[in-house]
């Protein structure tokens, strides 16, 4: 019912930008809110950004400063601008849409795309 497309990902150096893109499809109504994880082997997945569908955002600690997050709703396309990359930032991006399946319940389902490599060398 909804499809998520990644892209932007690729290797860089440290010090670095990339800018990742996810375009929505489907039933992509009654969005609560998009997002970006990442995760590396070994550890579990983390939020990286989030943007409400009030345009509310939230970041890891570890990012704030250096990534924004931003949509465009003509398009469908949430954004993750990514400066000052750090090796630390290497993983595998996810982007994340949930939307409400029960506003009354307060359910609501997760939706993913197949993830984008960012790689970050020293």
């Known amino acids: 019912q909804v499809q998520l497309v990644e892209s932007g990902g690729g290797l860089v150096q440290a010090g670095g930008s990339l800018r990742l893109s996810c375009a929505a499809s489907?039933?992509?109504?009654?969005?609560?809110?998009m997002g970006w994880y990442r995760q590396t082997p070994g550890k579990p997945r983390e939020l990286v950004a989030v943007?409400?569908?009030?345009?509310?955002?939230n970041y890891a600690d570890s990012v704030k400063g250096r990534f924004t997050i931003s949509r465009d709703n003509a398009k469908n396309t949430v954004y993750l601008q990514m400066n000052n990359l750090k090796p630390e930032d290497t993983a595998t991006y996810y982007c994340?849409?949930?939307?409400?399946?029960?506003?009354?319940?307060?359910?609501?389902?997760?939706?993913w795309g197949q993830g984008t490599q960012v790689t970050v060398s020293s």
């Open positions: 489907g039933s992509i109504f009654s969005i609560l809110r």
């Open positions: 943007i409400t569908s009030g345009g509310s955002t």
């Open positions: 994340n849409l949930r939307r409400t399946t029960n506003p009354v319940w307060g359910t609501w389902n997760d939706y």
